[in-house]
C-alpha cells in the first residue's frame, strides 16, 4: 500500500464519468428545489388558515413526508405507486413508469414538507404591527404579502432556507437505489470495477464538497444583498435586532 | 384487496420487529457516540491553539459537506484498509459490518453538528461562571462536569433534538451497506408479498412515531432542565445546520 489512499490515474481517467453524475445530481437538485418550493407556497397558507378542514390536510401531509425517510418516501414511490392499477393505466404513468420521476416526485414532496415548515417560521416572525401599519396605509392584502411579508419572512428564514437545500443536496445520494446513476452511483460503480475503496469516493466527497460549498457562499453572497442597506452588519437580523439595525442604517443616510 | 393470509402476516410482522429492533440499536449506538465526540470535540476545540482550531475547521465542513451515505460507504469498503494503515497487521484481520460502520459514519458526522452545538453553547455562557469556579478554587474537571456542561446541555438541547430526529431519518442509509434493519426488512416483504404500499407505509408511520414519542419526551426534559430559570430564556438560534 502506497502512501497516498488516492490512485492519481484512476481518478484522472473516472473524473468525466464523476462529473456526468454530478450533473445529474445537480439536476435532481434543481427541480425538486422548484417543484417543492411551489408546493409549499399553497400547503403553507392552507397549514397556517384558521379552518380546520384545510389546515389539518396540510399538517398531516408536512408529518408524514417530513417524518418519514428519505429512503422510504423512495421505495414508496417506485414500489408502492406502481400497485395502483389507476395509475399505470393513466396518463401519469410517463412520469411514475421512470426512476427520474420517481426520484423528483418523492423529493419534490420532501423538500415541500420541510419548506412549509420554514416558511411559516418565516412569516409568523414578521412583526404583526408592520402588518397592521400596512392595512392602516390601505394596501391591499395581496400586496402586503407581497411586498412587506414576504421580503422580510425571507430574511429572517433565509438561514433556515440554506441549511434545508444544503442537507436536500446531500439527501440526494440515495437515488441510486432506484437505478439512477448519479454522483455516489457513479462512485460506487467505479469500486465494484476496480476494489479501490478510496479514489471514487474521495472524489465524489470533493464534488460534494465543493457543489455544497458553491451554495453556501451563494446563500451568503445572497444574505448580503438582501441586506445592502446595512452593509456594516452582513450576518442576518434576528428580529430582535432589526429594529437596532434599520436604525444605524438611517443613521448613515441622515447626514 | 390484500392477498396475504394471518400467518404470513404474522411472520413478516416478527421479520419487521426484528428490523426496528437493529434499526434502534444502530441508532442509539449512533447517536451515543456522536454525543460523547461531539461534546469531547466542541470541548476541546474552543482552545486557543491555531492547529486545533484549523484542524476543527477542515473536519466541520468535510463531514458537512458530504453526504453521510458517502461516509458510511467510504467506512464500509475502505474502513479494512484504514485500520490495517493505523494498526498494522493486527488491524487488517478486522472485518468491517455494516453495522460497525454505520455507527462509526454515523457517529463521526454528527459529532461535527454536536460539536458546533456545543461550542455556541459554551460561548453563550456567561464569563462569570468560569471565572466564579476558578475563583472558588474548583479543579478544571469537577468545573467541566459540574458547573459548565450541565449548563450548556440546556443551552444546547433544542439544537440536540434536531440532531437526533434528523439522524433517526438518516439511520436507514446503513441498509444500502447491507444491514438487515427495519426497511431492508420491509423492502423483502414488500417484494415477496406484493404488497409495497403497505409495508412502506407502516414503516414510515412506525419512524414517525417513534419520532414523536421522542419529542414529547425532549419536551418534558427540557421543562426539567429549565426548572432554574425563572422564565423560559430566548433561544438562541441553536439549530443544528444539517
Not at chain 2, 58 to 76: H, K, N, Q, R, T
Request: net charge positive; aromatic share 12%.
Amino acid at each position: 500500500m502506497n502512501a497516498l489512499p488516492i490512485d492519481l490515474d484512476l481518478a484522472w481517467e473516472s473524473l468525466p464519468a464523476l462529473f456526468d453524475g454530478l450533473m445529474v445530481t445537480v439536476f435532481l437538485t434543481v427541480l425538486p428545489l422548484i417543484i417543492g418550493l411551489a408546493l409549499a407556497f399553497p400547503i403553507c397558507f392552507a397549514r397556517m388558515s384558521s379552518r380546520r378542514a384545510l389546515a389539518l390536510p396540510a399538517e398531516t401531509f408536512v408529518v408524514f413526508f417530513r417524518g418519514a425517510p428519505l429512503l422510504i418516501l423512495l421505495y414508496l414511490v417506485y414500489y408502492g405507486l406502481g400497485q395502483i392499477e389507476a395509475l399505470r393505466n393513466g396518463p401519469f404513468w410517463i412520469v411514475f413508469g421512470s426512476p427520474f420521476g420517481c426520484a423528483i416526485v418523492a423529493l419534490s414532496l420532501n423538500h415541500a414538507a420541510y419548506m412549509v415548515e420554514v416558511l411559516r417560521g418565516s412569516l409568523l416572525a414578521v412583526p404583526h404591527g408592520i402588518v397592521e401599519a400596512s392595512e392602516a396605509l390601505g394596501i391591499t392584502r395581496r400586496n402586503i404579502f407581497l411586498w412587506v411579508r414576504m421580503p422580510l419572512a425571507l430574511r429572517y428564514g433565509l438561514k433556515a432556507y440554506q441549511n434545508e437545500v444544503v442537507s436536500f443536496v446531500k439527501g440526494t445520494a440515495i437515488v441510486s437505489v432506484v437505478t439512477i446513476t448519479d454522483l455516489m452511483a457513479v462512485a460506487n460503480s467505479i469500486f465494484e470495477q476496480t476494489y479501490d475503496p478510496f479514489t471514487p469516493i474521495l472524489c465524489a466527497a470533493a464534488f460534494y464538497w465543493a457543489f455544497v460549498n458553491l451554495i453556501r457562499v451563494g446563500f451568503t453572497f445572497w444574505g448580503g444583498w438582501l441586506n445592502r442597506h446595512n452593509a456594516e452588519d452582513v450576518a442576518m437580523p434576528g428580529p430582535g435586532r432589526l429594529a437596532l439595525a434599520r436604525l444605524a442604517g438611517r443613521a448613515k443616510v441622515m447626514p | 384487496m390484500t392477498n396475504l393470509s394471518l400467518a404470513d402476516l404474522a411472520g413478516y410482522l416478527r421479520q419487521l420487529g426484528e428490523g426496528a429492533l437493529i434499526t434502534l440499536e444502530l441508532f442509539f449506538a449512533s447517536f451515543t457516540l456522536a454525543f460523547v465526540l461531539g461534546v469531547l470535540i466542541g470541548v476541546v476545540t474552543l482552545s486557543r491553539n491555531r492547529f486545533i482550531r484549523a484542524a476543527w475547521r477542515v473536519y466541520a465542513s468535510v463531514f458537512m459537506g458530504v453526504p453521510s451515505l458517502l461516509v458510511i460507504f467510504l467506512i464500509f469498503y475502505g474502513g479494512s484498509a484504514m485500520l490495517a494503515a493505523v494498526l498494522g497487521e493486527f488491524g487488517a484481520r478486522i472485518d468491517i459490518s455494516p453495522f460497525g460502520a454505520g455507527v462509526a459514519a454515523l457517529g463521526i458526522v454528527y459529532a461535527a453538528y454536536i460539536a458546533e452545538l456545543v461550542r455556541g453553547a459554551i460561548e453563550n455562557l456567561p464569563k462569570g461562571q468560569f471565572e466564579g469556579a476558578r475563583a472558588l478554587a474548583i479543579p478544571p474537571l469537577i468545573m467541566w462536569g459540574r458547573v459548565i456542561l450541565p449548563q450548556v446541555m440546556r443551552l444546547a438541547l433544542p439544537g440536540l433534538v434536531n440532531v437526533w430526529s434528523f439522524m433517526l431519518k438518516e439511520t436507514p442509509l446503513v441498509s444500502l451497506a447491507g444491514l438487515q434493519d427495519l426497511v431492508a426488512a420491509a423492502k423483502i416483504a414488500a417484494g415477496a408479498t406484493k404488497e409495497p404500499f403497505l409495508f412502506f407505509v407502516a414503516t414510515a408511520l412506525l419512524f414517525i412515531a417513534f419520532s414523536a414519542a421522542s419529542l414529547w419526551l425532549a419536551n418534558r426534559l427540557e421543562a426539567r432542565l429549565d426548572r432554574g430559570q425563572r422564565r423560559a430564556p430566548v433561544r438562541s438560534s441553536a439549530q443544528a445546520e444539517a
